[in-house]
């Protein structure tokens, strides 16, 4: 079932691509883009599987604020827990829901009560089982009935208590298939509750593990490791990250990401935070990355865009795509700030290379009035990103050009009266604890 | 009465050479308990000896006799009397007995005070001043009252003449304190605030025991000096400052470093709302001028942004983003500043457009390079200054008992490392 589902997802995409690759790259600047649109939540949700898929359709869900996507995403939800074992969360959809999509959908208590009743029976077995394991001393089915408690919790939604079986589990592994194996669950259990700084420290112990690790799996610790950066806003280190994902990851990790995130995290980090040598090299020219690029068009769209100095369309993109992003369930919260950035960003490219900039030309590159432009010029220069100066009766972007001899001067002239004033000071400060120190001596006698 | 004649006999046969004068001193020293006795009875003494010449005398009598309490009438007489002495007293003689000028001269500053005529205290204790100080480096006691003088009377010119002297050496820290609060004072009066504040911020960062007055109060001015002068202030101490000063003055100053807080917004309406909501602190503190001049300072600090920013802007976008209510305004600062040489501009009244121009300084002239001259010259003394005084720490008996005994005991092979740990 979910097989099929993932492929439909997939070919989805593939006529996304198709539809862009039939197109030429002028053209392209101008056509209108498809993501722009209300997110289909279906194709969406097709991309991942497992509690996350619950977690992004309920944040969806909360966040969205149109009615009619909010009961589709909660349909969906409620079909996705009925599938597994997690009641608590049941419950609190059936509230969310409230008797909005009809009698299919409503408080089904006999299938709560049931899987609520099996759910004991079968911690009591684990425990039980569990309980031989220890008394028998055997290291591997100890840690199998850790990692099966592990399961139990994860599957009931009970995080915390799975996350500290998760991790007992780590006393009785004789592999370091073992290792790795508890990191990615720890890691897994992690992301869920939001303990980003678990994530990056299980990450770090799968990555030291001696045996080498097979590419999946190096591919996964990479995403998992981006997204810890992320959430601690170093974009820089998460950008890197997302690019050294490896194309095996495929659709192998849909339980916490989906390569089209692993594009679009990625890029948007990187032209937050790299400059214009560092694009090229690492994500324009990334053959790895290019695979990533291709499942979502329009971030590969914009990025070219970025590259080769198309603002206006590359902001234009952004400003599309923003209402979509501000629904993931990772990014939502650095939207903003990346967004900053890259048009900052953006604005110091566009200076960069010429000595006298017209304001009028440059409002009309990125799209904005010349007012709102000289704002955030002022603010750029003002913080040291820019050094130019404006001219706002002639409406001119000057650049302005440190002078070498004059600064050295000011500065020689400047540290010597420091200098001046701090002998100065140093030498009072000594006579004053040599007096005290007399007077103390005097005293003493 | 042969007593008297005597003494006026023997202070006027010792007056001539060095020798004498150290004989006169001790014969003095002696009888000092005799002439308070007969204090009410000298003043005629005075009138056979000439303050120049026989100035060591002169001295003892003068102070004898004017040891007791003074009458309101008599004060004036006082005043005259001492002013005199003061002003054509010979230097070296007065040195032998400095304790005795010290008090003669606080003496005629109270005296001064209570007349409640400050002016004519300064020019006198300025002579007095030169006259006790063995060079111009050295701190007497005289300095504060010198100073307080000075501010009572506003010459402040006269009292910056003093302050240009810099000052090593210390007898008493209260005096350096007094000295320095004072002086930033007089600093801030001729708006000299960069050597306000360095005079400031010795008193702050002076090595003391317990915290005193006149530390808090110097503070609360650095702090308002600071963001005058620099615009910023910083609420780190440096890390030389005593312990006492790093623990105690900031909770003295409160609705100061509340004012910083805000300064540092950037933004006037909020700087005044700080400043009218603790008013009637900075009002019995007396700095209120001073928080004015904070403020006002803050819109010149705006528009120096601007420089940086822009090349040409019209005074209504300075009034707008420096939150001055008009253009005409904005024409007044930008012209003050240009006057005062903050910034670099010229004002185009018929666009009315501001032009705002880089620094025509190109270092390439002669007082230029006689500026970087002096100044190198001036480093060059203060760092040889500085080894000499190295130097002689460590050959500092009681400097070196001290590093021997911290050290547990000497071993023969510890001889050789001695050296380095002295050159700290």
């Given at each position: 079932m979910e097989a099929e589902e993932d492929a439909a997802g997939t070919i989805i995409e593939d006529d996304e691509i198709y539809v862009n690759g039939g197109e030429d790259g002028e053209s392209q600047r101008h056509r209108p883009i498809?993501?722009?649109?209300?997110?289909d939540i279906e194709a969406y949700a097709a991309l991942y599987t497992g509690r996350t898929k619950i977690s992004r359709l309920l944040f969806i869900a909360e966040k969205c604020g149109v009615p009619s996507m909010q009961l589709e995403a909660l349909r969906m939800a409620y079909d996705e827990i009925k599938k597994g074992e997690n009641t608590q969360l049941f419950r609190e959809v059936i509230a969310k829901i409230d008797g909005r999509l009809g009698p299919d959908y409503g408080p089904d208590n006999a299938w709560a009560d049931a899987v609520d009743r099996r759910a004991e029976l079968r911690k009591e077995k684990l425990e039980n089982e569990l309980n031989a394991y220890r008394t028998n001393l055997i290291k591997e089915s100890i840690r199998m009935g850790y990692n099966d408690f592990g399961d139990f919790y994860y599957a009931h939604g009970q995080l915390g208590e799975a996350f500290k079986n998760y991790v007992r589990t780590r006393d009785y592994c004789t592999t370091s298939k073992h290792i790795i194996h508890m990191c990615l669950n720890a890691i897994l259990v992690s992301i869920e509750m939001g303990q980003f700084q678990h994530v990056a420290s299980y990450v770090g112990k799968a990555e030291q593990s001696q045996d080498a690790l097979d590419p999946v799996t190096i591919a996964k610790l990479r995403c998992a490791a981006g997204l810890a950066h992320l959430e601690g806003k170093k974009y820089k280190l998460a950008a890197r990250k997302f690019l050294e994902t490896g194309p095996e990851l495929g659709n192998n990790y849909t339980e916490v990401i989906a390569p089209q995130d692993v594009a679009t995290y990625g890029s948007l980090c990187a032209l937050a935070s790299f400059d214009r040598a560092e694009l090229k090299s690492k994500?324009?020219?990334n053959i790895n990355f290019r695979n990533f690029l291709e499942l979502v068009p329009e971030i590969r769209e914009l990025i070219n865009d970025f590259y080769t100095s198309h603002y206006a369309s590359c902001l234009e993109y952004l400003g599309n795509l923003k209402a979509n992003l501000l629904l993931d369930i990772h990014l939502h919260d650095h939207v903003e700030t990346l967004y900053e950035q890259i048009r900052s960003k953006a604005l110091i490219q566009y200076t960069l290379p010429f000595v006298s900039v017209d304001l009028h030309m440059m409002a009309n590159a990125f799209n904005t009035s010349v007012t709102g432009l000289e704002k955030e010029l002022e603010a750029l220069i003002t913080n040291d990103q820019i050094q130019a100066r404006i001219d706002s009766h002639n409406k001119i972007l000057y650049a302005r050009h440190a002078d070498q001899r004059n600064g050295t001067f000011q500065r020689v002239l400047q540290t010597g009266s420091e200098f001046d004033r701090e002998v100065r000071a140093m030498l009072l400060r000594a006579n004053l604890i040599k007096h005290d120190y007399n007077l103390k001596a005097s005293r003493k006698h | 009465m042969s007593s008297a004649e005597s003494l006026v006999a023997q202070i006027q046969g010792l007056s001539g050479n060095l020798a004498d004068l150290t004989q006169l001193r001790n014969y003095l020293k002696q009888s000092d308990d005799s002439l308070r006795v007969e204090s009410t009875r000298l003043a005629p003494l005075l009138n056979e000896l000439d303050p120049s010449l026989h100035s060591l005398g002169y001295l003892y009598v003068l102070e004898a006799c004017t040891s007791g309490p003074i009458a309101k009438e008599q004060a004036n007489e006082f005043v005259l009397l001492v002013a005199r002495f003061l002003n054509v007293c010979s230097a070296e003689q007065i040195r032998l007995a400095p304790d005795k000028f010290i008090s003669l001269c606080k003496r005629f500053k109270d005296q001064v005070m209570l007349l409640e005529d400050p002016m004519r205290g300064v020019a006198p204790m300025l002579a007095a001043l030169r006259k006790l100080q063995?060079?111009?480096?050295q701190l007497t006691t005289l300095h504060p009252d010198f100073l307080l003088l000075c501010l009572l009377s506003k010459c402040y010119k006269t009292g910056l003449s003093i302050l240009e002297d810099d000052i090593f050496?210390?007898?008493?820290p209260r005096d350096l304190f007094l000295y320095c609060y004072y002086g930033g004072m007089i600093c801030i009066g001729q708006k000299q605030f960069r050597k306000a504040l360095e005079l400031l911020h010795n008193v702050v960062t002076a090595p003391m025991p317990i915290i005193s007055a006149i530390a808090v109060e110097a503070y609360k001015k650095y702090i308002l000096v600071s963001l005058i002068h620099l615009g910023q202030f910083s609420t780190s101490f440096p890390k030389y400052t005593s312990s006492a000063a790093q623990r105690n003055l900031k909770n003295f100053s409160q609705p100061y470093l509340e004012l910083v807080n805000s300064y540092s917004n950037g933004k006037v309406s909020e700087l005044e709302m700080c400043v009218q909501t603790n008013k009637d602190k900075f009002e019995t503190d007396k700095n209120l001028g001073l928080v004015k001049q904070v403020v006002s300072s803050m819109y010149k600090r705006n528009i120096q942004r601007l420089t940086q920013t822009y090349l040409t802007l019209s005074l209504q976008d300075i009034a707008n983003t420096v939150q001055l209510s008009s253009p005409k305004e904005a024409e007044m600062h930008v012209l003050q500043m240009i006057q005062e040489g903050e910034i670099y501009a010229t004002i185009n009244q018929k666009d009315g457009m501001v032009r705002f121009l880089e620094d025509p300084e190109q270092y390439k002239t002669c007082e230029m390079i006689e500026r970087i001259d002096s100044s190198i010259q001036r480093i060059m003394m203060l760092s040889k200054k500085l080894t000499t005084m190295n130097e002689t720490m460590s050959c500092d008996p009681s400097y070196l008992g001290k590093v021997g005994r911290e050290r547990q005991r000497f071993d023969f092979d510890d001889f050789d490392t001695v050296p380095s740990k002295f050159n700290i």
């Open positions: 498809i993501s722009g649109e209300q997110l994500v324009i020219d | 063995t060079s111009t480096e050496e210390v007898d008493q």
